[in-house]
């Protein structure tokens, strides 16, 4: 690895651990989350299981008593992916190239592969679209087309005016990260995609869906929070990991970010498994943007019109999460497709909060899966 390339990893590094820090701030999070099933003996059963090939993931309705929800148990089966070198990794296209849609409220930066009914990905607090598990984008090109992008003043989506207006403390909202979202599925001429919204993203999904359900075909909520006062504080020992009180920072994020069973494969390979076009060059993330993301998401915890008319929506809707999430409580799962009318709900036995990262072919399959 060369002197370059080095300082980039380590720059990715750092950044994702801010990314998760802040998230802390607004996650439903049990503090058992991380307790629960620690030990070598886990590590061992997922290495056994690396020659399987059954998702590690079930369907269940969204509407039975909580215990019934509880139950359900499926083990992981999946071979760990995140250290796999796929051929077909989108990035690795030498066409594929970055552009950029010029807004009022800025320039949003995305790329566009894959063939199919398109699907739109919005990605989570801090993060750039280089965050997603590109092999999860090579399972979904597949079958779909595939837009990623950077939210406002992040990454580069940020245009002359973005650095001034961060620098200035500019306020937005939830509200203006989604339309931003639907200025650009308008832009890009898409008719209903698919809308997957993870983590931050997922609240940025649901800001759309209940404000503009008309541009949306599915809807699609992954490991995210529910919004309004539904949620549970975080846990202190969890946030001390998450603000850096440790002497490893990075390794100690990886254990909250990953079940027991994928730590070996998160610290190894986390880095080489995000999607990282050659063009894409990341723009350092201003402090005054991640204040204001900040806000933002404090301000979710009294997002109680977003849940009511969750209520009311039509949108098939689909619920993901890992049941070992330890940054968003799997809670949040089942008070969502609680409240959204006949949502599907899928639970990842054996996943934590990036899921995308753990089980990229069982995620993109658990998408189009039949209603």
């Not at 080095?6 to 994702?16: F, V, Y």
């Not at 049990?30 to 369907?59: E, Q, R, V, Y």
Request: with cysteine.
């Amino acid at each position: 690895m060369d002197r370059k390339e080095t300082s980039r990893t380590r720059a990715a590094h750092a950044g994702h651990v801010g990314h998760i820090a802040r998230i802390a701030h607004v996650a439903l999070m049990m503090a058992c989350a991380i307790a629960g099933g620690l030990g070598l003996a886990d590590t061992a059963a997922a290495s056994d299981a690396s020659t399987a090939t059954t998702p590690a993931h079930t369907t269940v309705p969204a509407t039975p008593p909580a215990a019934a929800l509880a139950a359900s148990h499926v083990p992981a089966t999946d071979p760990p992916a995140m250290c796999t070198r796929r051929l077909d990794r989108p990035e690795r296209d030498p066409s594929l190239r970055a552009q950029t849609l010029r807004t009022p409220g800025g320039a949003i930066a995305y790329y566009r592969f894959g063939k199919g009914e398109p699907i739109v990905l919005v990605t989570g607090y801090r993060a750039t679209l280089e965050e997603w598990d590109a092999n999860f984008l090579a399972a979904l090109a597949r079958r779909h087309e595939v837009i990623v992008f950077d939210n406002r003043g992040v990454g580069q989506s940020r245009g002359a005016g973005d650095d001034a207006a961060a620098d200035a403390g500019a306020n937005f909202g939830i509200e203006d990260m989604a339309h931003d979202t639907a200025t650009l599925i308008r832009a890009l001429g898409l008719t209903r995609p698919t809308l997957l919204g993870w983590s931050m993203g997922g609240m940025i999904a649901q800001q759309l869906a209940v404000d503009q359900p008309e541009l949306i075909g599915r809807l699609v909520l992954l490991s995210t929070q529910a919004p309004g006062r539904q949620g549970v504080p975080v846990s202190p020992p969890v946030l001390a990991t998450l603000d850096g009180h440790s002497p490893h920072p990075y390794a100690d994020v990886m254990r909250v970010l990953f079940p027991p069973s994928a730590q070996p494969a998160a610290l190894r390979c986390f880095v080489d498994a995000m999607f990282r076009p050659l063009d894409y060059a990341a723009a350092p993330f201003p402090p005054r943007t991640a204040a204001v993301q900040a806000r933002l998401l404090e301000r979710w915890r009294d997002a109680e019109r977003i849940y009511a008319h969750l209520r009311h929506l039509s949108l098939p809707t689909t619920v993901i999460a890992g049941r070992q999430d330890a940054i968003l409580s799997p809670v949040n799962a089942t008070v969502l497709a609680r409240a959204v009318p006949h949502a599907r709900l899928v639970w990842f036995d054996d996943g934590g909060h990036a899921l995308m990262y753990q089980y990229p072919d069982a995620l993109a399959s658990a998408l189009d899966a039949p209603r």
